[in-house]
């Protein structure tokens, strides 16, 4: 029925219990006291409400139907007409000014021919024109309803009484879980009084909360602990709000679209509530998280932010949890969650929240974001929680309770939000952090979600707008010392629950502000997207990519969030796939090349970085398909394709070597990038350089092979995408050498500590690794145990990584021009042991330190080769024929040739994993 889709933001007030003395409803029922056997005149006044007939001078009609105790939510209309029946029966008689009537009779059940036996509970309002242009809702844009058979009801002046110590507001338990405390702030109203399913939903004096100052509370026993009971706050006998604080709630019409699949018995709406209705009972509120949360220095983050609706086809939590092994194979070490608290509607991208300490329903259970959460945690991930403070949609119990309803707008004497937002950023209720309440609402979220769930931080949306300084949009960036100290405030609160959690700010304020506040330990997003999009695109105009550094910025330490896409950008292949140079455009593998390179520009600058969900697969479905916040489309099958394939193998050898490397990528004790528009045709590049580690990258973003000049440090080098034998020595003082690159490609190197002149310590094992020492290949560390539990290849569950696709350049050529090797000796990139998976080499997991003297993160390793873990060990020459294979950890190179080797270990479970070796 279409007064099932009505519900905008607000569920209508009842009609009929709206007001107090000499205070004119919406609506009002004559009599006040309706019956299903006789009949009642219906005075609507159009001036109130949504407004949307105010004025009106033609013909009104209603459309009206009936909630029965057959209905299966409070707005279930049964019993309606067609939408724009104009019927003589439905029209409305003009009384003066904006008020209009309609008799209903000769009986309530005669006139909407209500079977015998069915209960009739509430009558259901929509007033129209007669063309239906023009609709009269209530307060919100909501049904309208005038509730039956309800006994005479006067509130009484509430008693006064002092709140119990040590309870906050919102809804606490008893030890035992068999009564509820309730506590609800509400200054200057008049009555307060509980409605739910453990009183039938009757009004009485019994069921008055105890006034408090400007709180109102009341302690209950339940009747059975072990269930869950809807209810709601009726103030001043006439607003209906769900509590605040509740950590799940019940909609009447959103609820009933989330499938049985999603939340397996979810309980409908209460008949007799009336919008949403909070719960409370059973769960007890959410316990403690069963598993330790993950910490990392915040500059070390390599993060993937999704949505959960669009990452998978199921769209939940639950599924997404089922795509972890592929995130830890792909390396990020944390994932950035968009807005999961209960938002307005099941289909969004969650930036109009309105209970902040309830999951979502449409994403799944309570238990499912834990189980996410938790899962998460085992992979040693972070999850980071994207968190809308700046402002809340109307449905928010915190807009509804203080509401102009002519402005359509929070009233001036709200108090935890701002009638019109100080700045030009807000789309919904602007929320006035100055004040003291709304920063202990929000602590008291930000504790919920770390204690409750393991959150293990936040990202803060539009940390800009938390200001009370009137600006505009030239303006509203500048330093504002209110905002630090609020956002200080937050951050101070949040390391006090766990000093490791992250504080990252979406923020994007003058450098003075974000550097303070990066100082304080906070992290900032950096969209590096419009210069990173021109590269990719093929211009070298706007191109510079200097901004992508903290260092850019003249800050001693790295702080920025860099990306190239987030949810907020136009997808990077899409541009380069529509306005790309023609090289570009019409050459699909020159552009997962060339998305690809900027990947490795993203990934090889200092700081933390964030991936946007398929962005590794180059994901080029446009932002604006199906409306900017619209559903998009689920593309793992992207993985399947060969060429997106290998751009996912990049990604995964990338974020291994910031794993391999964790300090080296957060804090370089030097730097030097050549990334500016000047640096296009001669080739750009970044050096990293830490203790006796370096990582040296030389980028060509054009259509033509170049020869690259780049500074060496002295030092063992390696070449990380070529075969250069065991690398190659730098002398005292350093020394510059030409590089040749290809077109759209890059050329890779990494400088470590050399522990014997044949090893060649690029692919390491996290718990073990392969290596050679004495005229031996050995196997060294606990290669038994598994880290990257329970999966460990490169996206794994799907298949190793790189199989069954062969070289980056396969089938037609190599990644070096013109179809030869990339580097010596004349080897396609990987073909056939090296690339990314194939056949022998796992992707990111379960490698380790690039050339660090440790294993696991810079643990030491187990040590000897006693006990590895290993039942084969081989060796294989670089055209694939098997030269020697043993059993055990220890192999001899007697006899052996000069040259370069692959040697591939075997556990006992069947894991494989290799490492390309040099025999002396």
Known sequence: MRGIRMIIWLVGLAAGSVGLAGVRAQVTAVPARV???????????????????????????????VITDRSVSGVDWRYAPAWGDNSVKYRLSPVGGDVWQLDIGPSVRAFYGVEAGERILKLAFV??????????????????????????????EPEERRRPEGVEDGISYSEGGDSVTLVFYAPGKEHVHLLGDFNGWKRGNEWQLYRDGGYWWMKFGLPDGDKEYGFQYLVDNGLRVADPYAEKVLDPVYDRE?????????????????????????????????????????????????????????????????????????????????????????????????????????????????????????????????????????????????????????????????????????????????????????????????????????????SKGFTQRQSSEATAGLYDASRVAILKDYAEYIKGVNPDAYVILEHFCEDREERELAE???????????????????????????????????????????????????RVMYKAKTWGVGAIRDNSRNRYFQASLGGAFLLCMPGPKLVWQFGELGYDVSIEENGRTGRKPVRWDYYDDADRRQMFDFYCRLLELRAAFPRLFA????????????????????????????????????????????????????????????????????????????????????????????????????????????????????????????????????????????SYGEPHASYGEPHASYGEPHQLYGEPHQLCGEPHQLCGEPHGNYGEPHGNRGEPHAGGSEGCGIVELSLYGIGGERVRSVKGCRMSLSGIRRGVYVATARTASGEVFAQKVVAP
Request: glycine letters at 14%.
């Open 35 to 65: 019956s299903d056997s006789l009949g009642v005149r219906i005075v609507f006044d159009a001036a109130k409400g949504s407004g949307g007939l105010r004025g009106y001078g033609g013909d009104v009609y209603a459309h009206t139907g």
């Open 127 to 156: 007033f129209r024109s007669g063309d239906g242009l023009r609709e009269g809702k209530a307060e919100g844009g909501g049904d309208i309803f005038v509730v039956l058979d309800e006994d005479e009801f006067v509130p009484v």
């Open 258 to 462: 989330i499938p049985a699949a999603v939340y397996p018995g979810l309980q409908a709406c209460p008949v007799m509530g009336e919008g949403v209705v909070s719960v409370l009972g059973a769960s007890g509120g959410v316990v403690a998280p069963g598993g330790a949360g993950v910490a990392r220095a915040g500059e070390e983050l390599c993060i993937y932010e999704l949505l959960v609706r669009d990452f998978t086809e199921e769209g939940t939590i639950r599924a997404a949890a089922e795509r972890l092994d592929y995130l830890k194979a792909l390396g990020v070490n944390a994932v950035e969650l968009m807005p999961v608290q209960e938002f307005e509607g099941n289909d969004s991208w969650g930036y109009n929240p309105a209970f902040y300490f309830a999951p979502d329903k449409a994403y799944g259970r309570r238990e499912d974001y834990r189980f996410f959460i938790d899962e998460a945690h085992r992979r040693g991930m972070a999850v980071v929680l994207d968190v809308v403070f700046n402002h809340a949609a109307g449905l928010c119990p915190l807009a509804r309770l203080y509401w102009d309803s002519a402005g359509g707008r929070p009233a001036g004497d709200n108090p935890w939000m701002n009638a019109v937002a100080p700045h030009p950023y807000s789309v919904f209720c602007d929320f006035n952090h100055e004040e003291p309440k709304v920063r202990e609402f929000f602590k008291r979220v930000l504790g919920h979600w770390m204690l409750g769930y393991g959150v293990d931080g936040f990202r803060f949306d539009l």
């Open 520 to 570: 304080a330990g906070m992290l900032l997003w950096n969209n590096l997207g419009g210069a990173l999009g021109q590269a990719v695109m093929g211009y070298r105009e706007g191109s510079g990519l200097e901004a992508g550094s903290a260092g850019g910025r003249g800050w001693p330490f790295h702080r920025l969030v860099t990306y190239g896409e987030s949810h907020d950008e136009e």
């Open 667 to 806: 804090a370089p004790e030097r730097v030097e990038m050549r990334v500016g528009e000047e640096d296009w045709e001669s080739g750009r590049s970044i050096m990293l350089e830490r203790g006796d580690t370096a990582v040296l990258l030389a980028g060509n973003f054009t259509d033509d092979q170049i020869t690259a000049r780049v500074g060496f440090a002295e030092g063992y080098w390696e070449d990380v995408f070529g075969l250069q034998g065991g690398g190659f020595e730098v002398p005292q003082g350093g020394e510059v050498r030409e590089v040749e690159v290809a077109k759209h490609f890059l050329r890779l190197f990494v400088r470590v500590r050399r522990r014997d002149t044949a090893v060649e310590a690029v692919y390491l094992r996290r718990r073990c690794e392969i290596r050679i020492s004495g005229g031996w290949i050995v196997v060294e560390g606990d290669c038994a145990a598994s880290y990257g539990e329970p999966h460990a290849s490169c996206g794994e569950p799907h298949q190793l990584c790189g199989e069954p696709h062969a």
